[in-house]
């Protein structure tokens, strides 16, 4: 009796230490593949601040020996970057504003009104998701070429207020945790569906409008296919444009085309540190409705 | 539901009393519609209305400047008798979504698996892991390219330290795919999150019931982490599948001026059909080519879901 108990006793604590064996080990392997994963940031920033000599030294260094900071100067100066910065800056603006107020629109009338044909159209919906967009590339092209909006920024701002499959999928997820009890209570009072959604629903789903907003963002701030495509006068590049024109004309530069690189992710970066909870939170969101 | 529609009948009878010329249904019934018309519009105008341009498209010459001469199956025989580099572009494509989405799934759900394990500092490593998944764009690519050069770059630097010489990357038509791979490998944490997510909602009493009958840790994972995240890995695998069919930029990018690499091995699918409309603007048969893609696609989502029931998951109750 007492040797099964012992037995036991040093079973379970065995059981212990290997969990923390575990945990321990994990944890290792954990923070090399964190330096593994940063690496790549942390070389960006220091081969945009190295000599072009030193980066062509062989071994590469990971720090650089002198500062180039004058890089930065040097290839800003290299094009109108203010220009292009200023021009991404009013076509994301734009943009989030038409997915935030198209999208939240629509999700409210796909979740909380009934009209027939409301499950057949959000099926649809769902569908559209699965359509590659190269099928509706080329007579997109034509349609704005045939009402001269080439070299506009319509053809990449407006399709943004006729809502979007997925951002009007994820907010009625959200939409649809919210009780209908508090609209039917506000139809009581005499209120309309238009203020419902603007006074009541919209406020009570920041969270989700917020994750909508930083999607979009960083979706119109690194969209290179539309501007690619549909512009071609220099003066109204974004910054994604004249990178690809940077990335021509300073071949091997690499310390300038690091230190464009950075500064066009650097928007990202800074919102993702900045407003992390709504990436994960959107991404949650758009999991928990997989199961 | 039920308690709504109830009130929802009290309150019409309640309009109709006053307002009897329009019924409340209706009334309901039209904002209903007033609130999905942007989507409507949307899907006519981007959407539908462009399908249609584009499978009619298919069927002519059209090329922007002349007029549409309906020219049959012309542009889809061209495919198989008239263009060589539609089937090497097919061959780079598949190559890239055999390899790249079974490494991204298994990669991702390796990684949420380790992240579960209840270790400090969770939150921290799961930023980190995420973070290069929200990087994109052409600054991202031209990142990569400085990492991959063969001599100053820091995968090869990397490589040695390990004894390995590393490739030529983007400028050896045999490791051009596999340096886009290694790309989107970076930023498996956006997979890992769903992942994640999905392993947080497992329920720990299962786990317990399993150590009580003396399960070891692989048996666990094996038979309920994997289980309960089927649902998840099937989205993921339908998703990435999807979206690894259209990979377009990375090759147009990371090609010298957008000629799809050495050899032809960055020559996707898309970028062909990209060179076609608007290099040398053969719409007509780019068309053509996009519902080619379009198929594929779909052909293959379909056999995702009819096979979806053999290894699927679905914890009937556990819905919300």
């Given at each position: 009796m007492s040797l099964a108990a012992q037995t036991k006793r040093n079973y379970f604590q065995s059981v212990k230490f290997k969990k923390r064996l575990v945990k321990a080990l994990v944890t290792i392997i954990l923070i090399s593949g964190s330096l593994l994963i940063l690496s790549p940031i942390w070389?960006?920033?220091?081969?945009?601040?190295?000599?072009?000599?030193?980066?062509?030294?062989?071994?590469?260094?990971?720090?650089?020996?002198?500062?180039?900071?004058?890089?930065?100067?040097?290839?800003?100066?290299?094009?109108?970057?203010?220009?292009?910065?200023?021009?991404?800056?009013?076509?994301?603006?734009?943009?989030?504003?038409?997915?935030?107020?198209?999208?939240?629109?629509?999700?409210?009338g796909f979740s909380k009104i009934a009209f027939k044909g409301r499950n057949i159209l959000f099926a649809i919906v769902l569908v559209t998701m699965m359509i590659p967009g190269f099928v509706t590339l080329i007579p997109q092209y034509v349609l704005y070429a045939k009402l001269g909006w080439l070299n506009t920024y319509l053809p990449l701002i407006l399709p943004a207020f006729f809502g979007s499959a997925f951002y009007i999928f994820l907010l009625r997820q959200f939409y649809l945790t919210i009780p209908n009890e508090l609209i039917e209570a506000a139809k009581m009072d005499g209120a309309s569906h238009l203020y419902i959604w603007w006074k009541i629903i919209v406020p009570l789903s920041k969270p989700a409008i917020a994750t909508v907003a930083i999607f979009s963002f960083n979706g119109a701030w690194n969209d290179f296919l539309g501007p690619l495509l549909f512009i071609n006068d220099e003066r109204l590049y974004t910054l994604q444009l004249a990178l690809q024109v940077f990335k021509g004309q300073n071949d091997t530069q690499w310390n300038y085309l690091m230190a464009g690189s950075l500064m066009a992710l650097l928007p990202v970066i800074l919102i993702f540190f900045l407003f992390q909870r709504y990436f994960i939170e959107g991404m949650n969101l758009s999991a928990g409705s997989k199961g | 539901m039920q308690p709504t529609l109830e009130q929802k009948q009290k309150s019409q009878t309640n309009i109709k009393s006053k307002k009897?010329?329009?019924?409340?249904?209706?009334?309901?019934?039209?904002?209903?519609?007033?609130?999905?018309?942007?989507?409507?519009?949307?899907?006519?105008?981007?959407?539908?209305?462009?399908?249609?341009?584009?499978?009619?498209?298919?069927?002519?010459?059209?090329?922007?400047?002349s007029t549409m001469d309906f020219i049959g199956l012309d542009n889809y025989k061209r495919m198989f008798t008239n263009d060589n580099i539609i089937w090497i572009s097919l061959g780079n494509t598949l190559y890239y979504v055999v390899i790249s989405v079974p490494l991204t799934t298994a990669g991702a759900i390796l990684l949420a698996v380790l992240l579960n394990q209840g270790i400090r500092g969770m939150r921290v490593f799961r930023t980190i892991y995420y973070l290069p998944a929200v990087l994109s764009g052409v600054g991202v690519y031209l990142l990569w390219m400085q990492l991959l050069s063969p001599s100053s770059g820091l995968v090869n630097t990397l490589l040695s330290w390990v004894g390995i010489e590393g490739p030529s990357w983007l400028a050896d038509p045999a490791w051009t795919k596999p340096a886009l791979i290694l790309m989107k490998m970076w930023s498996v944490g956006g997979g890992m999150l769903l992942y994640l997510a999905s392993l947080q909602s497992v329920s720990p009493s299962l786990y317990e019931a399993a150590e009580i009958d003396g399960a070891s840790a692989f048996q666990k994972f094996r038979h309920i982490t994997l289980p309960m995240i089927t649902p998840v890995i099937f989205f993921d695998i339908v998703t990435s599948t999807i979206g690894a069919f259209q990979i377009f930029q990375e090759g147009y990018v990371m090609s010298k001026s957008g000629d799809g690499g050495p050899a032809n091995s960055l020559v996707f699918f898309n970028l062909h059909m990209w060179n076609k409309a608007f290099e040398v603007f053969d719409m007509g048969y780019a068309m053509a080519m996009s519902w080619i893609l379009f198929i594929i696609i779909l052909v293959l989502t379909v056999i995702n879901l009819k096979l979806a029931p053999r290894w699927v998951h679905y914890e009937g109750e556990d819905q919300k």
């Open positions: 070389w960006m920033v220091s081969t945009s601040l190295k000599s072009m000599q030193e980066i062509m030294t062989y071994p590469p260094t990971f720090i650089p020996e002198e500062w180039h900071f004058e890089n930065y100067i040097e290839t800003i100066h290299k094009g109108p970057f203010l220009r292009y910065t200023l021009n991404t800056v009013l076509i994301t603006f734009c943009v989030v504003i038409g997915n935030v107020l198209a999208n939240s629109f629509i999700a409210y | 009897p010329k329009i019924p409340f249904k209706q009334k309901e019934q039209l904002q209903g519609y007033m609130f999905v018309a942007p989507w409507i519009i949307g899907f006519v105008v981007f959407l539908a209305g462009p399908l249609l341009f584009s499978l009619y498209g298919s069927f002519t010459n059209f090329n922007i400047t």
